[in-house]
Each structure stands twice: as C-alpha cells, then as structure tokens.
C-alpha cells in the first residue's frame, strides 16, 4: 500500500519557518546564489539555473535548500553537478503554479533574480 502525499491547500511560503537567528544569513545566501546565476531555462513546471562550478557556490546551494525546504515545502530541489569541473544547475520546479511564485514581485525583491535578462 502507498501513501499519499498530503496536498497543499495553496502555495504560500511560511518565512517564520526559518529560525529567527538564521533568517538574515538565508535571505543573503539567497541574493548570493541568484546574483551568480550564468544562465536561466524555462522548464514545464519551474526554472533550471545554471551557476559556477565553484565550492562556495556548492556550500551556499546547500544552505539554501536546507532553509528554503522549510519556509516553501512546495518546492522541488536538483541539484546537478556536471564532470570535469562543468556548470552547477539547481532546478527549482513544482506544480505549475511554481512559476509564478518564481515570477512574482516579492520573490525577485526577496533575491535578486530575474528569469528573463534586464535591459
């Protein structure tokens, strides 16, 4: 017998899910990562990233995670590093509506990131 996943009844992030103490370093880990982003694509249900091959870049990745999880359980997480010292890709997908969290106001003044490039 399986076990169903509970649904949620809406996407909404809960940022007191962080620890207070950890909140600060999350969100500069966050506009770290989203700063050094090399290149964006599209996905059906969410956006790969493209960042450095880079040890800190790795470390801040992990951390991200570790936190983001808490604070937007609806997300999906991949981490891809490629071989001989290749890009670094994070995924972050979900249902469809992922996309538009991604897109919205407060997630781009949150981190930085833009899904389409600034003229």
């Known amino acids: 017998m399986t076990q169903q996943k509970p649904v949620l009844p809406e996407l909404a992030c809960t940022t007191d899910a962080i620890p ?4 600060a370093e999350h969100q500069e880990t966050t506009k770290r990562i989203f700063k050094a982003v090399l290149e964006v694509q599209e996905l059906p ?3 790969a990233l493209r960042l ?6 790795l470390y ?3 951390a991200f995670i570790s936190n983001e999880r808490l604070c937007c359980p609806f997300f999906h997480f991949a ?7 290749g890009p670094v890709w994070l995924r972050l ?3 469809t ?10 997630f781009i003044l949150a981190t930085g990131f833009h899904t ?3 003229l």
């Open 60 to 62: 801040d990745i992990i």
């Open 97 to 106: 509506d992922v996309k538009a969290i991604i897109q919205s106001q407060e």
């Open 45 to 47: 249900t969410g956006y």
């Open 93 to 95: 997908t979900g249902t």
């Open 79 to 85: 981490l891809e590093v490629e071989a001989e010292q």
């Open 20 to 23: 207070q103490e950890q909140r």
């Open 52 to 57: 450095p091959n880079e040890n800190k870049i």
């Open 116 to 118: 389409q490039p600034q």
